[in-house]
């Protein structure tokens, strides 16, 4: 149980346009879910949270208006790349909090999208 | 701020050595901390956890023991596994946040 799915696991895009990549709980309920960026040889850095039906919280220093995300339901959350350069080519990667499991500290992460602009 | 510091790999051990990564931390108050692992591709896995000072987490025979006086968090194993080969990532938690080390590659052979 506890899986998180990605989609794409990798994609390839041209400068200036948008990518949107899927995060989603295939066998629990998350209410929160988080956006990760992970460079090479770096640590996972958090870009923001997003919480069901709420706007998302953003990290200091992410652009909201680049990195649009969208938590319509309890199982899916949405990070959307837009006007892609290629400064923003990363390993994207989300987690999952089962709802009313956040004293647990359990976050359930996907594998990760490898996303490359050219 | 916050932030945590592992040693950097990669660390290639024989099968049956004992195994130490080191991670220490820098945090406000008293954070939680976490160990994940993650297998080759695959997403990271929540290994063991401590969430108050002394408290030891184990799991699979890792054992990692929260160290207030020296704001460490090393993850010990006495005998690794070809299967262990993996990145393992230290963590901490304050607030909602979660922020990891660099993460240490691990390379077992038999």
């Known amino acids: 149980g506890a899986v998180v799915s990605q989609h794409p696991s990798w994609v390839i895009c041209k400068s200036g346009t948008s990518v949107k990549i899927e995060c989603r709980s295939l066998d629990f309920q998350a209410t929160t879910m988080f956006w990760y960026r992970q460079f090479p040889k770096q640590s996972l850095m958090l870009m923001a949270t997003?919480?069901?039906?709420?706007?998302?919280?953003?990290e200091q220093g992410v652009e909201k208006d680049k990195f649009l995300i969208n938590h319509a339901s309890l199982t899916l959350s949405t990070l959307t790349v837009t006007s892609a350069h290629p400064e923003d080519s990363s390993f994207y990667i989300c987690?999952?909090?089962?709802?009313?499991?956040?004293?647990?500290?359990?976050?359930?992460f996907g594998p990760g999208t490898r996303l490359t602009v050219t | 701020g916050n932030s945590v510091t592992q040693m950097e790999g990669p660390v290639t051990l024989s099968e049956e050595a004992f195994l130490t990564i080191n991670c220490t931390y820098t945090a406000t108050g008293y954070p939680s901390l976490f160990w994940y692992v993650q297998y080759p591709g695959e997403g990271l896995q929540l290994l063991l956890k401590?969430?108050?000072?002394?408290d030891k987490g184990s799991n699979k025979g890792f054992e990692a023991t929260y160290r207030k006086e020296t704001t460490s968090f090393h993850l010990e194993k006495g005998s690794v596994q070809v299967s262990d080969s993996a990145v393992y990532f230290c963590?901490?938690?304050?607030?909602?946040?979660?922020?990891f080390g660099k993460g240490t590659t691990l390379s077992v052979s038999s």
């Open positions: 987690s999952a909090e089962p709802t009313g499991q956040a004293l647990s500290y359990e976050q359930y």
């Open positions: 997003s919480n069901e039906g709420s706007k998302a919280t953003y």
């Open positions: 963590a901490l938690r304050a607030g909602t946040a979660l922020i």
């Open positions: 401590a969430t108050k000072a002394d």
